[in-house]
């Protein structure tokens, strides 16, 4: 059921390809697809499409920017993630509470109401 | 004059059938054309299919009504149910004569606002180069603004060709030149200006996808990728651009359909 959940309902959570590229590409640096790719392929299986795919989807989640670089007669985008390691997380989780609240409304508000008086 | 035209307009429209071709006609290019502008994650071709619809259901009503008001003969000498299915037909055939020349700068201009001009020397120079040896005007290249690998060519207004940044990513310099290449051959083809016809005319009517229709543009695909092989000498640099764009298309429907 959990898992049905974590699925189906957050979909602005990464999946494992994703967090690799954002890995690298955190704290604050800019990279080519092509860059990001030659990191990743000792590490991991992947093809250099795939990285422009997962790119392209963290793009559309606003979780990367790009833009245009000219250079050596070439054509590339290079991209820059939106928000530091600690926003995105920040922006999950803000998105998953907000999901629950949601989806279950009191009874998820009273749970973290427990569950924040029972930790202090 | 002016009254003229507005009492004929209002007369015309007095028809119930006129007013229900016209309304109809509006209303769909009205949604065609709002389809075009709030889906942004169509394929090429389904976008070329929305411009040439809005087009010739915009155009449609204005030939109707110049087609009834100009065929008062016809009026005369058959039933006027005859005489609006007649006009009907041939203001479809002219509304769509005139979107196949109108179509073309109104998909340019769509292609053209996400796209700048290249003017880097050394693209410039393969442009200049290879379209003096195939005896064409230097066409203009262009990069597109999109993600998604892709590149075309029009053979109209002196020649263009686009070439989206997704393709520069994923894509070596070779590579990029046999797809530059590829798509010179086609504006050299005097039978791309058919291609194009024929792959527009495919998506209006699904009565026109004949098998020898799609032969001759396999036919023309296979003489590009001749011309390219000829060219570089060899086949691998085009084969593996293919093979890129392929794989990024497949893994890009599994991820998220929109994307492919």
């Not at chain 1, 992947?46 to 054509?75: C, M, P, Q, W, Y």
């Not at chain 2, 590009?224 to 084969?239: E, T």
């Amino acid at each position: 059921m959990g898992k049905r959940i974590y699925r189906n309902r957050f979909p602005s959570v990464l999946s494992p390809l994703e967090a690799d590229v954002l890995k690298l590409l955190w704290p604050d640096r800019s990279m080519k697809v092509k860059q990001i790719y030659d990191q990743l392929k000792p590490k991991r299986k992947v093809a250099l499409s795939s990285v422009a795919v997962i790119l392209d989807r963290l793009h559309d989640k606003n979780v990367v920017e790009r833009k245009i670089e000219t250079a050596r007669g070439g054509f590339r985008y290079i991209y820059t993630p939106k928000k530091d390691k600690k926003e995105f997380e920040k922006s999950v989780v803000d998105d998953v509470v907000n999901q629950l609240i949601e989806k279950f409304g009191s009874s998820a508000v009273s749970y973290f109401n427990e569950r924040f008086s029972r930790k202090r | 004059m002016q009254i003229m035209l507005i009492s004929d307009v209002v007369y015309f429209l007095s028809n119930p059938i006129n007013l229900a071709f016209t309304a109809v006609s509006v209303i769909g290019s009205i949604i065609a054309a709002a389809f075009l502008i709030k889906m942004k994650n169509l394929s090429s071709n389904k976008k070329i299919f929305l411009a040439y619809a809005h087009i010739f259901l915009l155009i449609f009503p204005v030939i109707f009504f110049v087609f009834s008001m100009g065929c008062t003969a016809i009026y005369n000498s058959c039933s006027k149910l005859h005489a609006i299915f007649y006009i009907a037909v041939l203001a479809g055939i002219a509304a769509f004569l005139a979107g196949i020349f109108v179509a073309p700068f109104a998909i340019l201009r769509f292609y053209s606002k996400n796209s700048t001009l290249i003017t880097e020397r050394k693209i410039s120079e393969f442009a200049d180069e290879h379209s003096k040896k195939m005896g064409i005007k230097k066409p203009e290249v262009y990069l597109l603004n999109s993600s998604k690998p892709k590149a075309f060519s029009f053979r109209a207004f002196g020649g263009k060709i686009f070439v989206s940044m997704g393709m520069a990513d994923l894509l070596t310099k070779k590579e990029l030149e046999a797809v530059l290449l590829h798509e010179m051959a086609h504006l050299s083809n005097k039978a791309s200006l058919f291609r194009q016809l024929v792959s527009i005319t495919k998506l209006i009517s699904p009565l026109t996808y004949f098998a020898t229709l799609k032969k001759e543009l396999k036919k023309e695909e296979l003489a590009a990728d001749g011309f390219v092989c000829r060219i570089q000498r060899a086949s691998k640099y085009l084969n593996s651009a293919k093979g890129k764009v392929n794989k990024y298309n497949y893994i890009a429907s599994i991820l998220n359909p929109k994307l492919s």
